[in-house]
Nanobody, 119 residues
Framework: VQLQAFGGGLVQAGGSLTLSCAGS????MGWFRQAPGKEREFVAS????????DYATSVKGRFTISRDNVKSTLYLQMNSLEPEDTAVYYC?????????????????WGQGTLVTVSS
């Protein structure tokens, strides 16, 4: 399984950005992020085929995770971005069709894409 995340960039606070991850397949999928000097943390997850989603408290109401199963692509729509959202964002896939925030439940990881939010 090869995952490739893209869509990161520089955005002003209050702005929006959409990340994509190609290669999602018939897996439970998730987004994680790692800010400079901090541990990697859970952002959002979505089940296969997409009925169940879960979000970290810090992004709930601002971020939306979704998937296009025809295109095998995972998305993360990020609105009302804050400087604290600055991080490298990773997509991950799990052999579990319903998966949540536990990193150990994810079997495959993509390379990260950097999101920088300026104040």
């Amino acid at each position: 399984v090869q995952l490739q995340a893209f869509g990161g960039g520089l955005v002003q606070a209050g702005g929006s950005l959409t990340l994509s991850c190609a290669g999602s397949g018939r897996f439970g999928m998730g987004w994680f992020r790692q800010a400079p000097g901090k541990e990697r943390e859970f952002v959002a997850s979505i089940s296969w085929p997409g009925r169940k989603t879960d979000y970290a408290t810090s992004v709930k109401g601002r971020f939306t995770i979704s998937r296009d199963n025809v295109k095998s692509t995972l998305y993360l729509q990020m609105n009302s971005l804050e400087p604290e959202d600055t991080a490298v964002y990773y997509c991950a896939a799990s052999n579990l069709q319903t998966v949540g925030s536990t990193e150990a439940h994810y079997d495959y990881w993509g390379q990260g894409t950097l999101v920088t939010v300026s104040s």
